[in-house]
């Protein structure tokens, strides 16, 4: 049977490959796929107005509006972004999603980051509801052009600096936007980041995946990751709510409804051009790692640049990592923090762990920073006292 489908995935694979030769510049750039999402229920405002339901649930007021970063990758780029608390004079806290999401699926967190000080949410180029460029083939080009259209971002919101925050993908261009900028960034958190590790010599030998799975991914490789979501035309919204349907229930208690608005909206974030998509697919090796991991640069951090490193007790990102960069940056301040009972997706899994731990950098450096007019509440819970079901989060530090 397997052997069946497997020819069959090839034939198709040759087909699409076959044709991507003619069809460079009609879909996307990387990652090629035909035009699923041409029948797909998706649009612009489908996607607002899910995103709206989503944060309607939030106490705090935000302005949502477009940054117009001029041609960056496109031809007029702009960033959907979502402003909290603009007001304060603490150091504003900038939040970069992961692969596939988008703003709204911070609901659970930005009450609580928001409380005190500035919070920018952002779309990435390429994602959600921000323009949908078509990137370079190249993944060194590629994120170059997400690193300049962060700086293009942080200029015209006239941000001096800030905290910056990264999930997943997010977490390697916030690591790789600190390297290049460092005078911007005052303290660099990654929350269960990809891209950091260099792949294993053989990642099949490594997993021990057997020949079907191997044949399978091969003649997948060409595609973006989402594919089956577009592929699934109208019924895609109904495929994400049963094969995330884990994903969707971490929201059942904070959003009324979300067994049906959270699958709309991430359907709309992903029916759409794949633009971001096939940034990824350029970077990306094996899909699991990057091309250029960011731990083969790491050196290039800023000894002044804080760093914390954030990652799930059950996630697939190995946290391994985060104590290898710990030792190497020795002149550098590194906090690991590995949540319990948190999957890849930390920030919903242990949304009050998150927080108090994103909150404790913040508050830090506030005392740090000699210009910060803001009071520090001492009442704060500290990262290193947080428990959770009974068990005390795993802490190192070094701060040398």
Known sequence: MFVSVAAALFLIGAAFAMTRRNKRNSVETNGWEPGWYNWSKSSAALLGSAEKRILSSLRTSYNGRYID???????????WTLSFNETSEKTPLVLLHGLGAGVALWVM???????????????LLGFGRSSRPSFSLDGKVVEMQMVTFLEEWRRKMKLDNFILLGHSLGGFLAASYTMQYPERVKHLILADAWGIPESPPNVFEYYKLPMWVRMIFYVLRPLNPLWPLRAAGPWGESLVGKARANLVAKFASFLPQAEDVIPQYIHQCNSQ??????AFHAMMHMWAFAKIPIVRRM???????????????????????????QKDLRNSTVDVHIIPEAGH?????????????????????????????????????????VKSNGNILISKNIDK
């Open 345 to 385: 997706h930390v920030y919903l899994d242990q949304p009050e762990i998150f927080n108090k731990f994103v909150l404790d950098v913040c508050y830090c450096e506030d005392e740090i920073d000699p210009n910060s007019q803001s009071n520090v509440d001492n009442s704060a819970v500290k990262s290193d006292d």
């Open 299 to 325: 050196h290039r951090l800023d000894s002044n640049t804080r760093l914390t490193m954030l990652f799930g007790a059950k996630s697939w990102v190995d946290s391994s990592i985060g104590y290898s960069i």
């Open 273 to 278: 051009k794949p633009s971001g998509e096939s």
């Open 69 to 79: 970063i001029g041609p960056i990758v496109g031809d007029g780029d702009k960033v």
């Open 109 to 123: 967190n930005l009450d609580e980051l928001a409380d005190n000080r500035p919070v920018h949410a952002i779309d």
